[in-house]
Nanobody, 130 residues
Framework: QVQLAESGGGLVELGDSLTLSCAATGLTFNAYLMGWFRQAPGKEREWVAAVSWSAGTKFYTDSVKGRFTISRDVAKNTMYLQMNSLRPEDTGTYYC???????????????????????WGQGTQVTVSS
């Protein structure tokens, strides 16, 4: 049974920093791609960043490049999202997600596509005030 649990969300001000954590159990980590998504009220879920668990290769959406850093601690089975220079448009519920051997990826799947992630956490709220 795969379980993902996010933590670290909160209410911050423009320009502040926040670090999210995603603790994972039940994963065969070496075969996984792990990602962060976010969803603002009234908007679709948006991919933020991803990391390959074994190689540590990182991927980012353009709007967070230079501000956010995704990382993972293999020994702790935990993924992080360090968020700097936060903006009001970063507000939303942040979800961690996993795409592993048991996940059915649609034809032509690309990393930002949520359909290719089969494991999801419950989300943690991030609110950035101006």
């Amino acid at each position: 049974q795969v379980q993902l649990a996010e933590s670290g969300g909160g209410l911050v001000e423009l320009g502040d920093s926040l670090t999210l954590s995603c603790a994972a159990t039940g994963l065969t980590f070496n075969a996984y791609l792990m990602g962060w998504f976010r969803q603002a009220p009234g908007k679709e879920r948006e991919w933020v960043a991803a990391v390959s668990w074994s190689a540590g290769t990182k991927f980012y959406t353009d709007s967070v490049k230079g501000r956010f850093t995704i990382s993972r601690d293999v020994a702790k089975n935990t993924m992080y999202l360090q968020m700097n220079s936060l903006r009001p448009e970063d507000t939303g519920t942040y979800y961690c997600a996993g795409s592993g051997p048991g996940t059915k990826r649609p034809p032509g799947w690309r990393i930002p596509n949520a359909d290719g992630y089969g494991d999801w956490g419950q989300g943690t709220q991030v609110t950035v005030s101006s």
